[in-house]
């Protein structure tokens, strides 16, 4: 007996954690084994941000059922990839907070499994929290199953007051849960048992990929129907309608290795059958979307659509002139390969060549996105450039020209309120909604295009002193929003190469916000603070305190700094204007301007002022 579920729901609402116990109570460990929390979060990166990036299966025995898992990562960049492993599965959990309720990518996720025809299970978790309002959010929930027009049987779905941290879950407030029981029944009792005949020829659909240095691609789907042993020939067809294929190339092949999930280890089986999930290997073109068969049978799948990307960035060879000192890899073939070799598992991603062999663009779903395959490879010793993102527009159906819409959703203290509305309003944000919970929270939901939000969350954090929550995710393709004005501060610009000194930034500390502290290197053109107005200045900050007679003892180690701004990568993509460059390597991340001498950018601004005037 097999039942296939995905665990869905907005970022951080609970679901790796929730995994982490299911895993615990079916006895998926041994009784002193050490398991880390968030287990399934098991790539480095996701450890350290307590972010899941990627969908993983797992599987737990439940009383003689095979209960597969799926994973899913809750941030809206990677929406896409819990829409594709939604094939795989024949209900989920829905976790939703019971404090926040639920947010744009819940509805995102939502809609989609009902659109598939799954059948829900609903477990408003974190009741444990002291601002829980767990029958708010159940209200909010069925509110929100209704709008998307969720079929009589998915309404009737069981819901859950879960807290996954804690373990527990139960179907009525007034009886606390005690443990998962009651949330491992309702799987057992409401998801329906894939229905695949496993006497009919195989037929699988690739969902997921993933990827071996000894088995090349592996293949990762639920075997439709039919079974499937180690050393039987197989087709792969290719992405068209689905179907019989005729007449229309295939790869044949040996399947060389297959496995299943059982707790947190792959098992290597010899045959598998319908209804099951499996990582099958052997084929050097398996692709998502693509339809596994049995070669007398070649019947092929419903595809699976990979979504478009709406942002690019530049990467670009580091020409700075700190060039090749960090990294090992640097030159525009290592990094060129290393971005198509990303091509094979990161589905959602586009890379381009440009008119320039050291410049190559680079396309996805939104920071975090690209940002995760900048940190990827600066930890692998690359060292290169990005440019500011631009969002990627295209022609609408009357010619007219569009760019991608943000659905966003703050949450802030009523103080706030005001400042919020007043910043995003020359960001073309729209207002959609506005809700008081009376607990002196508001609620705020806009409609904005994407460009509109570059360098908002920054500032949004400041405005609000850290007590606001910002969500976004990508809503649809609008009319262009005109020009919008970019960031309102200048930066200082170190005019010299040299080491940063205390007595220098001492001086500057007062209308400036300092990027870089005493002992850090710079470069002539490399920025090296937020200047307090608009405007850039060029600086020394390399000047050391002139030695007179009159010397107070102690003098320079005196200086009293304000720590420097820390940047990341998420944060410099939205930082930097269309004049600047973020400089990436395995131990820094710098921001210089892309013209670095002094007199030179005099030069090109005033051509550009003379243009300006002659226009
Ligand atoms: N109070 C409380 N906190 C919880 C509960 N479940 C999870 N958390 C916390 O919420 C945070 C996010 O938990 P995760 O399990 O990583 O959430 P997630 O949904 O997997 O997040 P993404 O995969 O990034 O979308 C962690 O700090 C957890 O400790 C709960 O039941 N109660
Ligand atoms: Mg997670």
């Not at 907070?97 to 974190?126: H, S, W, Y």
């Not at 007219?400 to 005001?418: A, F, H, S």
């Not at 729209?430 to 919970?437: D, L, Q, V």
């Not at 710079?522 to 060029?538: C, H, K, Q, T, W």
Request: hydrophobic share 40%.
């Amino acid at each position: 007996m097999i039942r296939n579920i995905a665990i869905i729901a907005h970022v951080d609402h609970g679901k790796t954690t929730l995994v982490d116990q299911m895993l615990r109570q079916a006895g998926a460990f041994r009784a002193n084994q050490h398991v880390e929390e968030r287990v399934m979060d098991s790539n480095p990166l996701e450890k350290e941000r307590g972010i899941t990036i990627l969908a993983k299966n797992t599987s737990v025995n439940w009383h003689g059922t095979k209960i597969n898992i799926v994973d899913t990562p809750g941030h809206a960049d990677f929406g896409g990839e819990v829409e594709r492993i939604l094939r795989m599965v024949d209900g989920f959990v829905l976790l939703v907070d019971a404090a926040e309720g639920p947010m744009p990518q819940t509805r995102f996720v939502t809609r989609k499994a009902l659109a598939l025809g799954l059948k829900p299970i609903v477990a408003i978790n974190k009741i444990d929290r002291s601002d829980a309002e767990p029958l708010r959010v159940h209200d909010e929930v069925l509110g929100l199953f209704i709008d998307l027009e969720a079929t009589h049987e998915q309404l009737d779905a069981p819901f859950l007051y879960t807290s996954s941290r804690a373990g527990t879950a139960t179907p009525e407030l007034e009886h606390p849960g005690t443990n998962l029981t009651p949330l491992f029944q309702a799987v057992i009792d409401h998801i329906a048992a894939p229905t695949g005949d496993p006497e009919l020829p195989f037929q699988m659909l690739v969902s997921t990929l993933d990827f071996s240095s000894f088995l090349g691609r592996i293949a990762i789907g639920r075997i439709e129907r039919g079974r499937v042993r180690v050393g039987d020939q197989v087709s792969l067809l290719p992405m068209g309608e689905p179907g019989m294929v005729v007449d229309e190339p295939m790869e044949n092949g040996r399947v060389t290795k297959l496995y299943t999930f059982d707790g947190l280890a792959r098992v290597e089986v010899q045959e598998a059958s319908a209804g099951d999930i499996v990582c099958l290997a052997g084929f050097e073109t398996i692709e998502i979307g693509k339809t596994f068969t049995s070669v007398d049978v070649p019947e092929r799948l419903l595809g699976i659509a990979v979504e478009e990307p709406t942002i690019s960035v530049d990467f670009i060879v580091n020409n700075g002139p700190f060039a090749g000192r960090d990294g090992k890899y640097v030159t525009s073939r290592q990094l060129r390969d290393r971005l198509f070799k990303e091509l094979e598992r990161n589905v959602a991603l586009r890379v381009e060549p440009t008119d320039s062999p050291d410049t190559h663009s680079v396309s996805g779903r939104g920071e975090l996105h690209l940002g995760i395959l900048m940190e990827t490879m600066r930890r692998e010793g690359y060292e290169f450039q990005v440019s500011r993102p631009r969002v990627i527009t295209r022609i609408g159906e009357n010619g007219e020209r569009q760019e991608p819409y943000e659905e966003l959703m703050i949450d802030v203290p009523e103080e706030y309120m005001g400042v919020v509305m007043e910043r995003l309003g020359p960001r073309r944000a729209e207002m959609k909604e506005m809700r008081n919970s009376g607990t002196g929270l508001v609620r705020l939901a806009f409609r904005i295009p994407a460009r509109g939000l570059f360098g908002y969350r920054s500032e949004f954090l400041t405005d609000t002193r850290g007590t606001g929550i910002i969500h976004h995710r990508f809503l649809e393709y609008g009319p262009w929003a005109g020009p919008l004005a970019g960031r309102k501060r200048g930066v200082l610009v170190a005019d010299r190469e040299g080491s940063v000194v205390a007595f220098a930034l001492g001086n500057l500390q007062e209308r400036a916000q300092m990027f870089v502290a005493p002992g850090d290197v710079v470069y002539e053109g490399m920025i090296a603070g937020e200047n307090s107005r608009p405007g850039d200045l060029d600086v020394n900050v390399t000047k050391e305190k002139k030695l007179t007679n009159m010397r107070a003892s102690g003098s320079d180690d005196n200086v009293l700094l304000e720590p420097p701004r820390q940047i990341t990568l998420e944060y410099a993509m939205e930082y930097i204007e269309e004049d600047e460059l973020i400089e990436v390597t395995p131990k820094t991340i710098r921001l210089r301007k892309r013209v670095l001498q002094v007199n030179d950018r005099k030069k090109a601004a005033r051509a550009a002022a003379r243009v300006a005037d002659a226009s």
